[in-house]
């Protein structure tokens, strides 16, 4: 879908992309870097709307250099920025944007109908755009990006500025891009830990490089670490304790007891050493007497591979969240 070749754009002070060379196929993948990583500029320049200082890329295997005009007919844009007219409706907006893709007025309206309803706008698609909530302003940019029926789409940052709740809507949204439409996704955050859920693949940039591309489940591979919760009985107020008491009578030692996980006290962490260590487990618990909640392989978190990208993480969604009154 996306080709990059030792990419480069350099403005006078600041080398905001450097080398870059990136292969991108089908399915929904998050480009990943901190605020000015170079993830804006990448994309205007996959646009064919800023030209590269070095290097080449390629867009549904059209070179940007020369046909920027064919990559955007055919792949949809959503800005970073608010750049929507405040005194026109969602649907006049779209209607506008469809007929500047080329589609003629009937089907331009018909596609426009659609689309804001697939993104989750009814009624208020007649009201004008100034009076939306946030959550609405980047719904109304997702459609004017689908309304063209693309085979790509560019997201720029489209979670942010939204609450919790807006966020796991946009995301899912997506995600059904991808499986209902089958348009792929090339989706940007700065936020690592979010794109888990919603892309096949994650590229993270910093400073313009490359910092490493590879699947999501890659990043997410399981560990061979054990996590288990029991419930409670009267002969065994304490399950847990009784389970790990049980388990180093039978010399399997269990370590850190779950800390920093939510209910810590309540499950155990060990090491799998093979089918053996789940069949003990399940003999152990039935012994005494015990329910087995759950027993699963922990997975790392994305934010996980890189050293101390998970606070900060934390810490920007907090500190967003706190900013939309969460
Ligand atoms: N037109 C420009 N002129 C000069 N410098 C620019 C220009 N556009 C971007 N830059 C610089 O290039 C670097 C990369 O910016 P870019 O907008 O691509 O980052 P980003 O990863 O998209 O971050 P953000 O999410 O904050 O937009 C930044 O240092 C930015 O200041």
């Known amino acids: 879908m996306i080709a990059t070749e030792s990419l480069s754009k350099r403005f006078p002070r600041v080398t905001a992309l450097d080398r870059l060379s990136v292969d991108i196929g089908p399915g929904v993948t998050g480009l990943v870097g901190a605020n000015g990583a170079g993830k804006s500029t990448l994309i205007k320049i996959l646009l064919g709307l800023s030209p590269a200082t070095e290097g080449r890329a390629e867009v549904l295997g059209l070179d940007v250099a020369t046909k920027g005009g064919a990559i955007r007919e055919r792949v949809g844009y959503m800005p970073e920025h608010d750049c929507l007219p405040p005194d026109v409706s969602a649907t006049e907006f779209v209607v506008h944007m469809a007929r500047m893709s080329g589609l003629p007025p009937t089907a331009a309206r018909e596609r426009t109908a659609d689309t804001l309803r697939h993104v989750g706008l009814y009624e208020e698609r007649y009201r004008p755009i100034g009076g939306y909530s946030t959550g609405m302003k980047q719904r109304v940019k997702l459609a004017q990006a689908l309304v063209h029926d693309p085979q790509l789409v560019f997201l720029d940052e489209p979670t942010n500025g939204l609450d919790p709740v807006g966020r796991d809507e946009m995301l899912g949204l997506i995600r059904r891009i991808h499986t209902e439409f089958g348009i792929s996704v090339l989706v940007t955050s700065h936020l690592l830990g979010e794109l888990e859920r919603t892309c096949d693949h994650v590229v993270v940039i910093d ?108 810490d920007e969604q907090r500190k967003e969240h706190a900013g939309h009154g969460g």
């Open 207 to 314: 400073g313009g490089k490359l910092l490493r591309s590879s699947s999501t489940t890659d990043f997410t591979q399981a560990t061979a670490t054990l996590a288990i919760e029991v419930t409670d009985s009267d002969a065994h107020p304490d399950g847990t304790r009784a389970v790990r008491d049980a388990l180093h009578a039978r010399g399997v030692d269990t370590h850190n007891e779950g800390q920093g996980l939510p209910g810590a006290g309540h499950i155990l962490l060990l090491t799998a050493q093979g089918e053996e260590t789940y069949d003990l487990i399940r003999d152990v618990v039935a012994d005494l007497g015990l329910g087995l909640v759950r027993m699963e392989q922990r997975r790392h978190h994305i934010s996980e591979v890189f050293t101390g990208s998970d606070e900060h993480d934390s």
